[in-house]
């Protein structure tokens, strides 16, 4: 009867287990479609159609694709001395020492809160900047064209040229369009010593 038992579980098992041959296939098909997507990002197909949707603090941003590099863990930051606040420190992002900032810190406001769902957005190496930022959860893909253009207040905008446009979903979240090169441009977030 065990025998029997272990027959029947086999089979079962040799049924729900998808053929090495079919498991390739949905492999080659995600990987050509990744492919695909980071070309037409890189030529700028996906610039206004989707963009990474990044939380840092309580604010909700988009990314172009072009600007955004690789994404890790927040994992441990070594303290630089004689830097600003929002100047959090160094990361060992595959052997590259990486600034990371935070954001709303360099703002003025408080520090982005750090827990296990932090995580790192360099700086896409075509910048040259060796720098990334830390953001309180990466959302994935956002599609603009399915969010409404919204008029910034007047304050929103003081200081602040790296923030493009304004968005609100159909969840009525809103989201701000952040430009990573305007960013490094900015004579203040260039100047990180005391």
Do not use: H
């Not at 990002?41 to 840092?56: E, V």
């Not at 441990?76 to 600034?99: A, E, F, K, M, Q």
């Not at 296990?116 to 994935?140: D, E, H, K, Y």
């Amino acid at each position: 009867m065990n025998q029997t038992v272990r027959e029947t579980a086999a089979a079962n098992l040799e049924v729900v287990k998808p053929e090495k041959g079919v498991r390739r296939t949905r492999l080659r098909e995600f990987q050509a479609q990744l492919v695909e997507r980071m070309q037409a990002a890189q030529r700028g197909g996906y610039t206004k159609l989707s963009q990474l949707g990044i939380m840092i603090g309580q604010g909700r941003y988009l990314l172009d694709l072009r600007e955004s590099g690789e994404i890790v863990t927040a994992g441990t930051l070594t303290r630089v001395p004689l830097t600003r606040d929002w100047y959090i420190g160094l990361s060992n992002i595959r052997g590259n020492l990486t600034g990371v900032v935070d954001l709303p810190r360099f703002q003025g406001l408080d520090s982005t809160k750090q827990d296990t769902q932090c995580r790192i957005v360099a700086f896409a190496p075509g910048m040259a900047f060796n720098s990334g930022l830390l953001v309180s959860q990466v959302l994935g893909l956002r599609t603009v064209s399915e969010m409404e253009e919204i008029p910034f207040d007047d304050n929103q905008l003081e200081n602040k040229p790296w923030l493009k446009k304004k968005y609100r979903d159909k969840d009525g979240n809103i989201w701000f369009e952040l430009s990573l090169a305007t960013l490094v441009q900015d004579q203040d977030f260039l100047q990180i010593g005391i």
